[in-house]
């Protein structure tokens, strides 16, 4: 029997993250370890209790828990005068409530339709472990074997740095990192910057220089790879309650980004980036124009912070290559393999 791919989610759920999570649980390939919750989309309770939902929207609640991340980035919100900063740190009033999401970026149109602070979903029975995500990370890769383990980020990466930085025995034990985040050409949070990796460059840049094989999927190949409201249709007509919600969610994103970017209002669709990310680590095909180059992260708090410096100069030292970027995707292979798992899915409930 083919050997599943072992793999932990990271998630700041949010309505891409919350497809991401329901094709991690319903892939059959995947034997998903467990799900780390951080800050980002919304504040860590937030992704938590929606990450909670989803599991049980997705009836795996005896097979995965939710470990909840790290509330706040490592480094980005101290200075007093950052764009991100609420001043709470700075003025030593870490325990003052309430304790808004320090990075979220907010009031910009369309972004509630995108990422809402609850999940169309009913309020979870579960909770979370009792453990936290770094703690999590930190036990389940030093029992791994070398090479075991594939982590699959598609939040801003604040409990991978901090477990790496913590104890970086863990580095030998992973597989791949699949990263939803960065951008070439493409960006959302500031004019150089991506979200993910804009809310907490300082941790980016520590997991992208430990030295694991990183592979990048970032807007310029999630953008490629958007979904159409009449896709969603199709998917809607499974009905099994996972389909139901994939679909709910993509008609509510398209909402959302036909506010803010013109493209997608024409196409009448949406990006799902971190489902992108999932559906890489089987299908890594499903990337295209692929440049195995060097990338690090602007921590410099300037103009270009969190911006992914990409190496596009012809001559790259070998030694220097750090990672797989992805300029590109292959849409029709995307939307097949997530109807396809949603399919399998209803068929082995017998629906
Ligand atoms: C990324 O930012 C978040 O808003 C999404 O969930 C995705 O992970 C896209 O820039
Ligand atoms: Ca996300």
Redesign the pocket.
């Given at each position: 029997m083919e050997e599943k791919r072992k793999i932990i989610m990271d998630v700041?759920t949010?309505s891409?993250?919350a497809i991401a999570l329901v094709m991690s649980m319903l892939d059959e390939h995947f034997d998903l370890l467990g799900i780390c919750s951080v800050n980002?989309?919304i504040e860590v309770k937030l992704t938590t209790d929606n990450s909670l939902r989803v599991v049980e929207c997705c009836e795996k609640e005896e097979d995965v828990k939710v470990y909840k991340g790290c509330d706040l980035p490592m480094v980005s919100t101290l200075t007093p005068w950052s764009p991100q900063s609420t001043g709470i740190q700075s003025w030593g009033l870490i325990n003052e409530p309430p304790r808004k999401n320090p990075r979220r970026s907010g009031d910009r149109p369309g972004d509630k339709e995108v990422?809402p602070e609850h999940l169309p979903l009913p309020e979870p029975r579960i909770k979370e472990d009792s453990r936290s995500a770094v703690q999590f990370y930190l036990e389940t890769l030093l029992a791994a074997k070398d090479g075991e383990i594939t982590l699959v980020p598609?939040?801003p990466l604040t409990n991978l740095a901090v477990a790496m930085r913590a104890d970086p025995r863990i580095i030998p034990k992973i597989k791949e990192i699949v990263i939803?985040?960065g951008g070439h050409l493409m960006n959302?949070s500031s004019p150089a910057s991506?979200?993910?990796i804009w809310v907490d460059p300082e941790a980016a840049e520590v997991v992208i220089q430990s030295g694991c094989k990183i592979t990048w999927v970032p807007?310029d190949a999630t953008h490629a790879a958007y979904i159409t409201v009449e896709e969603s249709k199709k998917i809607r007509e499974l009905g099994t309650k996972p389909a139901v919600l994939v679909a709910d969610l993509i008609e509510q994103r398209t909402i959302g980004y036909a506010r803010s970017d013109a493209e997608m209002r024409d196409l009448k669709g949406a990006p799902i980036?971190?489902a992108l990310a999932v559906c890489a680590v089987l299908h890594p095909e499903v990337l295209k124009d692929v440049l195995h180059t060097n990338v690090h992260v602007d921590v410099g708090g300037s103009y270009a912070y969190g911006q992914t410096i990409v190496e596009r100069r012809i001559r790259v030292i070998e030694e220097e290559k750090n990672c797989y970027f992805a300029l590109n995707a292959d849409r029709k292979m995307f939307y097949d393999w997530m109807y396809e798992v949603l399919k399998n899915d209803k068929e082995k409930r017998g629906l």
């Open positions: 700041d949010g891409d993250d980002g989309n990422h598609v939040g939803m985040g959302n991506e979200f993910n807007l980036h971190d």
